[in-house]
């Protein structure tokens, strides 16, 4: 395998923790969800901490447990849809593991992210947001040593095609 981890970047509702985790089982490595790390560490949800401290304040603690996380081996790491926009993230992504992108497209993320109150950027009406969101980070993810798209993927079905690559 090319480098000591396996990172999952990509739009929010791309499958990220849901492959992630389950990506872990199969390899019988660690698995670190940098949401649920930051959730743990500062003992609220997202959604509360972007109400009370602002985007910003979540994003600053995002890159700490970024620059944590990756400093262990053999990992699987799923971050959340906007860890990307950090260029220091993005570096420290690119020289501890091996990059995958999840993709899918704008229809099956607004199903999937419509499931669930848990992502304060798209609350509210989705199908906007997710338009916004989406065309903003157009070219985020382009940095990734791997890209699969997961719209029309079962969770095994990806975890298999990522094992693959390893
Ligand atoms: N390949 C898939 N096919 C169908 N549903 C999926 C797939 N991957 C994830 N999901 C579902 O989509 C929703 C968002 O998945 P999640 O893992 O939270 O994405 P992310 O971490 O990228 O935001 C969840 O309800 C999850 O069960
Ligand atoms: O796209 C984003 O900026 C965000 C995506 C979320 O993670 P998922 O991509 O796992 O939903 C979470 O980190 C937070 O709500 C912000
Ligand atoms: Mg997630």
């Known amino acids: 395998m090319k480098k000591a981890n396996v990172i999952l970047i990509g739009f929010a509702g791309t499958g990220k923790s ?42 600053t603690v995002e890159s700490e447990v970024i620059d944590r996380t990756l400093k262990v081996e053999n990992q699987v790491v799923s971050t959340g849809g906007g860890a990307v926009l950090a260029e220091r993230n993005r570096a420290r992504m690119q020289e501890s593991g ?7 497209t704008k229809e099956i993320i607004i199903t999937r992210v419509s499931k669930d109150q848990s992502r ?6 989705v199908e906007e947001k997710v338009t916004a969101l989406m065309e903003s980070r157009k ?10 798209d997961t719209s029309e993927l079962s969770v095994t079905e990806i975890v298999e095609r990522i094992a693959a690559v390893l």
């Open 18 to 59: 849901t492959v992630g985790k389950a990506l872990s089982e199969q390899l019988g490595w660690q698995f670190i969800d940098t949401d649920q790390r930051i959730e743990e560490l500062q003992g609220v949800s997202i959604t509360e901490m972007f109400q009370t401290m602002g985007e910003q304040a979540f994003r």
């Open 120 to 125: 304060p950027l798209v609350q509210g009406n």
């Open 139 to 148: 070219h985020a993810y382009d940095f990734a040593d791997l890209a699969i």
């Open 98 to 104: 091996i990059v995958i992108n999840l993709t899918a």
